[in-house]
């Protein structure tokens, strides 16, 4: 194996190793990360060359394809799940960056098109009374609403993915199990993908100076643990699983319900599948 092969592998193992994380790290951060996270078994890799897959003790990322479902009828907008993201994955605690988030649809009498915020609306902000807190005023508490509802949004973890084909340097990829990670080793912040996403899923962290985005809480679904966001949901409105497992709760929910993704027309073929959005939710 000549010095080309040996890079191009240790490249790879490097990756398949630090996308696991899940953390939003980076340079020396990402050691921190590492031996924070980790068991002592996958410590001892993060060291040296990492293994071809995840470095997680009895994890195998080609037996699994994991997707998420979204039941915008059970939504009730409590943002418990934006709470619970922020603090899994050291996401900055003010109200303009998100790994997920919640919009609110909302039709008035007489109006064809809905009115949209979001936590990081400046009126919700100022109900919340503070930056780090996310709460929905009570705008409409006086109009003729005609209807309104909840659609929680987040990283669409796309089949082909807009986002690792405009990565100039390979940190943005996809893995065996068809989630997109972002190895912050190898980011510099470019933002192209930023700009290639059409969900508007990723954003800028400029004190680490990479892009950031959910991942499924990819650190904990590769234990057998669900997302926080998931988790913590009240209702459950948001489902997680194993598309291979037939008996999974996505796969029943997408089996039992005719589901819609996000733009479909964009050829990204999306692997969040919605339930109860209209028309207008893009």
Not at 150 to 178: E, I, R, S, Y
Not at 237 to 257: E, T
């Amino acid at each position: 194996m000549d010095d080309k092969e040996k890079l191009e592998k240790h490249q790879i193992a490097r990756r398949a190793f630090l996308g696991c994380l899940g953390g939003a790290v980076a340079g020396g951060a990402a050691v921190v990360a590492t031996t924070a996270v980790l068991p002592n078994e996958a410590r001892a890799a993060a060291n040296s060359a990492a293994p071809a897959v995840p470095a997680i003790p009895g994890y195998d990322w080609s037996k699994h394809r994991w997707a998420f479902g979204v039941d915008a009828t059970k939504c009730i907008g409590c943002l418990r799940c934006v709470e619970a993201c922020k603090a899994e994955n050291e996401v900055a605690g003010d109200a303009h960056h998100f790994r997920t988030w919640v919009e609110r649809y909302v039709y008035l009498e007489g109006e064809d098109q809905p009115r949209i915020d979001s936590q990081d609306d400046p009126v919700n902000i100022a109900a919340s009374g503070s930056e780090g807190a996310y709460r929905f005023a009570n705008r409409y508490k006086d109009a003729k609403v005609e209807k309104a509802f909840f659609v929680p949004k987040l990283c669409n973890h796309c089949t082909h993915p807009a986002c690792v084909q405009v990565c100039p340097t390979g940190a943005t990829f996809k893995t065996d199990d068809g989630v997109v990670v972002i190895d912050h080793t190898y980011c510099i912040g470019c933002q192209y993908c930023v700009q290639a996403c059409p969900y508007g899923a990723r954003f800028f962290n400029p004190e680490l100076n990479v892009t950031d985005k959910c991942t499924w809480c990819y650190h904990r679904i590769t234990k057998g643990l669900l997302p926080a966001c998931v988790e913590v949901c009240p209702v459950s409105a948001r489902i997680f699983g194993d598309l291979n497992d037939k008996q999974s709760p996505i796969s029943q929910f997408v089996a039992n319900n005719r589901v819609d993704v996000l733009k479909p027309e964009t050829g990204n073929a999306p692997n969040v599948y919605y339930v109860g959005i209209d028309k207008e939710v893009r």
